[in-house]
């Protein structure tokens, strides 16, 4: 069983800052990349930024020079976000390329998500 918790959503006014928080916990072996995604009213899920175990990043060029993903250990992952705009405003899910024992097959698993929302 893995599980990925997010927390750090909220509400927000345009311009201010926010920081997310994502922790993956249960019977985890092994995790290769994560990332965080968003999901706003009646459009799909979109990547946001991803980091690789050896600390990769890669983000939407929406958010570049907004987000910065980083990682403080293998099993945290955290989002922060900077001159926040209404266009912003979506629910947030933290993912994970994870392992649950020594087959070496990763599965991606995900969060259950934390709002995002930012007034004007």
């Known amino acids: 069983q893995v599980r990925l918790v997010e927390s750090g959503g909220g509400l927000v006014q345009a311009g201010g800052s926010m920081r997310l928080s994502c922790a993956a916990s249960?019977?985890?072996?092994?995790?290769?990349?994560m990332g965080w995604y968003r999901q706003a009213p009646g459009k799909q899920r979109e990547l946001v930024a991803t980091?690789?175990?050896?600390?990769?990043t890669n983000y939407a060029y929406s958010v570049k020079g907004r987000f910065t993903i980083s990682r403080d250990n293998a099993k945290s992952v955290y989002l922060q976000i900077n001159s926040l705009k209404p266009e912003d405003t979506a629910v947030y899910y933290c993912g994970g390329s994870i392992a649950t024992s020594t087959s070496n097959i990763f599965s991606y698993y995900w969060g259950q998500g934390t709002q995002v929302t930012v007034s004007s």
């Open positions: 980091i690789t175990s050896g600390g990769s």
């Open positions: 249960g019977s985890i072996f092994s995790i290769n990349h």
